[in-house]
């Protein structure tokens, strides 16, 4: 999201998206528009899923896998050499992205479990 | 209890029929004391050499501790106190995996003091829930593997009563998307094990995860099976002992009877039956009929193993 704010002359723009801000922050993360600001989303583990399946966030960006199932799960990002550990019921583990590109993860107990963090560039205010 | 298998009574059938209608007694001499034998359970302990019993015990999962069974210790206590309590004694015991929920150190160590008590050997393989400590598997190479003269992530054989055992390990170097998987390198040692085994010599192959597809939606299966299967082909009778599914699953495809034994923790759910493969919370009463260990009995002159699944209660 560009932000137009500090340029000169650009108040009727900073007003518009005054008004825009509040439904970008409403919409849900994942496919779709990045969501406004957050430094840290969230994938939630339960019923052998990770939700979202898909998750879009801006380089820099801490995810934390969070495990709801009453079954042991562990999140394995073939592509970076990332193993975490077993998580527990409500044990986390974070990451942070800082590399735009696409990975893919999945379970390493359950390894049907799949899911895919796409990372877009952050952009850079002006 | 009945062999409907072989299409009629046989001699335990007509034994049992005998011992209904009060015929039947059996006078054994054990010590130079004949004793008589009214029971078929005890009937059984005089069956022609060559035979013997195992028992399968499988997903004990010590560490669990959620709704679906909050005292799996407990239950697994009351399955060892029910093997102890057979007439017959088993020669020893086969566990198909997930031994711990955790691959703790302490969860190993209160499994092992109850599997123990029954006083008979055990043969492990690993499930998935073994294989989660720091290193990856080591804690239960170490602590099961080790003895076992295992190779790789666990996988060995031994021989008993004229039976080849192997035992493999499917849950280990997972790959995205897939189900259970042996890799090559065990694949290699399971042909070079079985090379030198005459084609009568029966063959038991344990392992966590079915070794046939029985729900892939559910990662209920081993992506690389149809190569170990391939390598028993030519064996005359072939048992396949697995776990993993918490359920009873039963299957004969040629010379090959494959067999899913119950947990010993907590059910799950049928395929498909349910969003997800997890623990299945039943009512208190229920969970003891669904939970249990089998006996495989191997009758000498019988290509088939008998298997006979035995729950904690009747349901």
Redesign the interface.
């Known amino acids: 999201m560009n932000n137009y704010a500090k340029r000169r002359g650009g108040r009727h723009i900073v007003l518009a998206l005054g008004l825009l801000a509040p439904v970008l922050l409403l919409l849900p993360p994942g496919r779709g528009p990045v969501a406004a600001a957050p430094d840290v989303a969230e994938v939630r583990i339960d019923n052998f899923t990770f939700s979202p399946a898909e998750l879009t966030i801006k380089a820099g960006t801490k995810v934390v896998f969070r495990n709801s199932d009453d079954i042991p799960h562990s999140v394995v990002m073939a592509s970076v050499g990332v193993h975490s550990k077993a998580l527990d019921t409500d044990d986390t583990f974070s990451f942070e992205f800082n590399t735009p590109g696409t990975i893919d993860y999945f379970c390493g107990l359950h390894p049907h479990m799949k899911g895919k963090i796409i990372v877009v560039p952050q952009m850079n205010d002006h | 209890m009945f062999d409907n298998k072989n299409g009629g009574i046989d001699r335990r059938g007509m034994l049992e029929c005998m011992v209904w209608v009060g015929t039947g007694v059996l006078w054994t001499v054990q010590g130079g004391v004949p004793k008589s034998l009214g029971l078929l359970g005890e009937a059984k302990a005089q069956a022609a050499p060559g035979a013997f019993t195992f028992m399968q015990i499988s997903d004990s999962h010590i560490g669990f501790n959620?709704?679906?069974n909050p005292n799996v210790l407990g239950t697994l206590q009351e399955a060892i106190d029910r093997i102890k309590a057979m007439p017959t004694k088993p020669d020893f015991m086969i566990h198909t995996g997930d031994i711990s929920?955790?691959?703790r150190a302490n969860e190993f160590d209160d499994a092992d003091k109850v599997i123990g008590s029954a006083g008979l050997d055990v043969h492990y393989v690993p499930g998935?829930?073994d294989m989660?400590d720091?290193d990856?598997g080591k804690a239960y190479m170490d602590r099961y593997g080790r003895r076992a003269g295992a190779k790789g992530p666990g996988y060995y054989s031994f021989d008993a009563g004229g039976v080849h055992f192997v035992g493999l390990v499917n849950v280990a170097n997972?790959?995205?998307?897939?189900?259970g998987s042996l890799g090559e390198e065990q694949l290699a040692w399971l042909a070079d094990d079985l090379h030198t085994k005459s084609a009568s010599t029966p063959i038991v192959v344990f392992a966590h995860i079915p070794l046939w597809t029985v729900y892939?939606?559910?990662?209920w299966g081993t992506e690389d099976s149809a190569k170990a299967l391939d390598l028993l082909k030519g064996f005359g009778s072939v048992t396949v002992l697995n776990g993993h599914i918490h359920q009873l699953m039963q299957k004969v495809e040629g010379n090959v009877t494959f067999h899913t034994a119950m947990a010993t923790a907590f059910p799950q759910p049928q395929p498909g039956t349910a969003?997800?493969?997890?623990?299945m919370t039943v009512p208190a009463e229920r969970l003891r009929s669904l939970l249990g260990v089998s006996k495989v009995e191997v009758r000498r002159g019988q290509k088939q193993l008998a298997i006979i699944d035995q729950p904690l209660a009747e349901s």
Do not use: D, R, V
């Open positions: 959620k709704p679906a929920h955790l691959s998935e829930h989660i720091e990856n997972l790959k995205a998307g897939g189900m892939p939606e559910w990662g969003a997800s493969p997890g623990p």
